[in-house]
């Protein structure tokens, strides 16, 4: 079946400017979480959905960053006010959950590569 | 504070030669690790994990070690094929809350080790 899929893959933006990136989980995974991974660096958890709700916000780097979930399915992450500092590639992942997520194996989507001009 | 360390940011290996990469971490918490594998353009993809309560796994060519007094963990491919070439990113979490109590989906990475391998 279909994997993660995110859009757009590249996005190039001007400091100030808002952007959406959006995370399409494998189907029927009620888990998805949004991690960004900066030049040279690790892979950081930014937020976690159980279904439509976020439990788990703690990484969100400021309140420029906000993250929703419709349906149980896509996910949009917006940053407002775009930073140099964003710049990054955003990647969005997805597991069975059901309540254990934490034991599901995390499935990748490709990212995507946002530069802030 | 990192707390996943990936001190190689490259090796290379000849083909058919054993590949080892390291790890290391410095939270007591972690009771659970894995590694991933990107290719360029790609998400990373799931390779191998180990549970804190054991100190070896192995899946075909890839094995894990875990020495948990040393906080560290190791992956040996063997025999390395140029396929295997692509950044491998060693993770950890607290998801089965053996020394917390609490149990955690976070995955916290390192910074990831390229490995070349040389036909």
């Known amino acids: 079946g279909a994997g993660v899929s995110q859009s757009p893959s590249n996005k190039v933006t001007e400091k100030g400017k808002d952007v959406e990136l959006r995370c399409d989980p494998i189907?029927?995974?009620?888990?998805l979480y949004w991690y960004r991974q900066s030049l040279g660096q690790g892979l950081e958890f930014l937020i976690y959905f159980q279904g439509n709700s976020a439990p788990d916000k703690s990484g969100l780097p400021s309140d420029r960053f906000s993250a929703e979930r419709t349906g149980g399915s896509v996910s949009t992450l917006t940053i407002q006010r775009t930073q140099q500092e964003d710049s990054a590639v955003y990647l969005c992942?997805?597991?069975?959950?059901?309540?254990?997520?934490?034991?599901?194996?995390?499935?990748f989507g490709p990212g995507t590569r946002l530069t802030v001009l | 504070d990192q707390q996943v360390k990936q001190n190689s940011p490259s090796l290379s290996v000849q083909e058919g030669r054993i590949s080892i990469l390291n790890c290391d971490y410095t939270n007591s918490m972690f009771d659970y690790f894995l590694w991933y594998k990107k290719y360029p353009a790609e998400g990373p993809t799931f390779l191998i994990s180990i549970s804190s309560i054991k100190d070896k796994n192995e899946d075909g060519r890839f094995t894990v070690f875990l020495n948990k007094s040393a906080k560290h963990l190791s992956l040996h491919i063997v025999p390395s094929q140029p396929g295997d070439s692509a950044v491998y990113f060693c993770a950890a979490s607290d998801r089965d809350g053996l020394y917390s109590g609490a149990g955690s989906y976070q995955l916290t990475f390192g910074k990831g080790t390229k490995l070349s391998v040389i036909p």
């Open positions: 992942a997805s597991s069975t959950g059901g309540g254990r997520s934490r034991t599901d194996t995390q499935y």
């Open positions: 189907s029927g995974h009620t888990a």
